[in-house]
């Protein structure tokens, strides 16, 4: 993966915009060149209600040693980070060969970090279950079998006959149709309890719109999305 010279951030201040370049690029202060892009825009009675936006531009220093055993650093860090990961998908393909039948084919990828384990086969359904409750608990088991053989947090994902991919378009509609519902009737929706995942679909889905919000209510497994006017 080849580190970044120079990236452009944004902050509301020209404080925050610095310290975020400063994570992004994992450098000190004094490892980076820092051009301003964009002023923070004064307030006035006018335009209280403008954003308040600082954009600069940090580029790193040439011919620097810290630089490059920062970057050199990040570079090991993320190779020994990709072996790991890579380590472990294999003992996830091993779970699932074990338990799923012969006429299941299952396919492990490692893709910006995260493990996507793909399901397919004949008489699959069972392997999806209502809205996807079996689906969910294989995630389960699989996030057991990562969190057993690695010490970091791994994110893995198991979808079957590409449910996932329908769900989730399934879920933006449901969405989309709901809002309109609300912006016409003026009265929130509750939604039935979702999982983390497909919450996250939602909220993703609205969260550009202008005319309502989303927010979560209820305890697990019966946490629910509340879609409203803002």
């Known amino acids: 993966m080849k580190m970044p010279n ?14 975020k370049g400063l994570k992004e690029l994992n450098v000190t202060k004094n490892m980076v060149e ?17 954003p308040r936006v600082v954009k600069i531009e940090m580029t790193l220093k040439e011919n620097t040693s810290n630089t490059d055993k920062v970057i050199k650093k990040t570079k090991r860090d993320i190779n020994k980070n990709l072996d790991e990961i890579e380590k472990v998908s294999e003992k996830i393909k091993e779970f699932f060969v074990s338990i799923l039948d012969k ?3 299952c396919d492990v990828t490692v893709e ?13 359904n069972n392997l999806i279950g209502y809205r996807g409750t079996t689906i969910n608990a294989l995630q389960t088991l699989a996030l057991a ?26 879920l933006e509609d449901l969405a989309e149709k709901v809002s309109e519902r609300v912006i016409k009737t ?6 039935d309890p979702m999982s983390a995942y497909e919450r996250k679909i939602i909220h993703t889905k609205l969260q ?20 409203a006017l803002k």
């Open 6 to 19: 120079s990236i452009i951030v944004e902050g509301k201040t020209t404080a925050e915009a610095i310290e």
């Open 34 to 50: 820092i051009k301003t892009l964009e002023e923070e825009k004064k307030r006035s009675f006018y335009s209280i209600l403008a």
């Open 103 to 105: 006429d299941c084919k």
């Open 112 to 124: 910006d970090f995260c493990i996507h384990v793909k399901i397919d086969g004949e008489n699959i």
């Open 145 to 170: 079998v990562a969190n057993k053989h690695s010490n970091s947090k791994i994110i893995v994902i198991v979808d079957v006959g590409n449910y996932r991919e329908r769900r989730e378009k399934t």
């Open 186 to 191: 003026k009265k929130s929706v509750t939604l």
């Open 208 to 227: 550009n719109n202008d005319k309502v919000k989303t927010f979560s209510k209820g305890e697990e497994p019966h946490r629910r999305i509340v879609i």
